[in-house]
């Protein structure tokens, strides 16, 4: 349709105003412009040049438009961020109670005299800044002794970096301990190093007695000057750390031999607790065994096992050359394997209970007349008045409670009654042939 043309000047006024708004940010007079593209409206430059400036405001109000999701898609993201960062901060202050609570004294399991004077020693540790020396064979629980002190120290906040000296190689000891600048090589970017991690917390070092004489001179001018330097850096970083070591070897023999540092030994050895062998500490082995025995059965998701008195006897005859971490491999095996709801003799390793001292599945048949190593014959001798089903009954209740040891639980699996059921028949067994049973 054509238009009443305007003039030059209104023409041009009625597109000033529109730069202005669009200048200024305030919503632009669209039907106004589309007035002036509107055949004869005006000059037909002034009408091309109104239909450039509404092209080019349709792309300005486009890209305003994706701005504003692009603001709100920004800002849900960040919102969701946020929230995430929350999580994440109230499990990591989870999982930090849980250590906490995890390495309190109670929750160490050891009732022997000599595991009571080391948590007491550890505990007083705990509260010194001073660096450790862990001793004790393989496997005798280390570790733990360490993360007890720093949960128990005023650094329990900050981290606890576990190093295995045994497993990093000369070649790398001071990239992975001192950390790397960028561009020390191609492709490689700044990180830090494991004590740079520690710091603020504890630094634990097992296994130090295999650290080469090159890198234990590095280590201790990193306690000595409380700094460590980058490789590819010029610069000290100033670290604030704990130090906990562990080994099996005796230090002041490797001393004496040169292969361990004097001065790295005095610089470490300020405090020392010394753990002994896992035979050494009597019934912890079995309060120890049943403990591990529970977390396995939790967690194959299998009801709750016992230890039979056979079993606690073979785990105490033990010598235990692997210590706790042999028992608890032990009970790993035990919760797989037991069938039953009781750890029997035979469900344990042939390690230790070899298979001429294992019981056969099922008792061996006894002659009828002659009674096994004291035990009630589950028969009566030929000719007797009373070879009949009640007293038959009888003696085999009695045979098997013999064999179980007085466990009616037990003794009621193997006679393929319940435990109730066992009851009642030992309740008229007294009753009807007036004779007590074995206590239990």
């Not at 028992?327 to 001429?356: C, K, Q």
Request: with cysteine.
């Amino acid at each position: 349709m054509k238009q009443e043309p305007v003039s030059e000047e209104t023409f041009l006024d009625t597109l000033i105003d529109l730069c202005d708004d669009l200048a200024w940010g305030r919503p632009a007079n669209e039907d106004a412009l589309f007035a002036l593209t509107r055949e004869g409206c005006g000059p037909e430059r002034y009408v091309r040049l109104a239909e450039a400036f509404g092209m080019m405001l349709v792309k300005v109000e486009s890209r305003e438009y994706h701005r504003t999701q692009l603001i709100a898609d920004l800002k849900a993201r960040n919102a969701e961020l946020q929230e995430a960062h929350r999580l994440l901060a109230e499990r990591n202050s989870h999982l930090m109670r849980t250590l906490q609570e995890n390495y309190q004294a109670k929750k160490i399991v050891g009732q022997c005299e000599a595991m009571r004077k080391i948590i007491q020693l550890a505990l007083t540790i705990a509260r010194r800044p001073i660096n450790t020396l862990i001793l004790g064979p393989t496997g005798s629980g280390k570790e733990v002794i360490a993360k007890l002190i720093h949960f128990n120290s005023p650094r329990c906040q900050g981290p606890f970096i576990a190093v295995n000296c045994t497993a990093i190689p000369d070649s790398l000891f001071e990239s992975e301990m001192f950390g790397i600048e960028k561009g020390v090589a191609t492709g490689v970017s700044a990180r830090k190093g494991l004590i740079e991690e520690a710091s603020g917390g504890t630094l634990f070092l097992d296994e130090l007695a295999d650290m080469t004489l090159p890198n234990q001179a590095k280590l201790l001018r990193v306690l000595e000057e409380r700094e460590v330097m980058r490789v590819g850096s010029s610069k000290p970083i100033s670290v604030d750390i704990k130090i906990i070591a562990a080994t099996n070897v005796n230090l002041e023999e490797a001393v004496r031999k040169g292969t361990f540092r004097q001065d790295l030994y005095y610089r470490i050895n300020v405090a020392e607790i010394r753990l002994p062998p896992l035979k050494e500490r009597g019934d912890d082995i079995l309060l120890l065994a049943q403990l591990f025995l529970e977390r396995h059965c939790a967690y194959m998701g299998r009801p709750r096992l016992t230890l039979s008195p056979g079993a606690c006897r073979h785990l105490l005859d033990y010598e235990w050359p692997g210590n706790v971490r042999e028992l608890n491999n032990e009970m790993e095996r035990a919760a797989s394997l037991t069938a039953g709801n009781l750890v029997e003799v035979n469900d344990l390793s042939t390690r230790l209970v070899p298979e001429e001292a294992r019981r056969p599945e099922s008792p061996a048949p006894l002659d009828r007349n002659t009674p096994a190593d004291g035990e009630t014959p589950p028969f009566p001798p030929s000719g007797d008045a009373r070879y009949n089903l009640q007293e038959m009954e009888r003696r085999l209740i009695l045979h098997v409670l013999n064999m179980t040891e007085g466990n009616k639980s037990r003794a009621a699996d193997l006679l393929g009654i319940t435990r109730e059921g066992l009851r009642k028949k030992l309740l008229r067994m007294e009753t009807e042939e007036k004779e007590p049973t074995r206590p239990l």
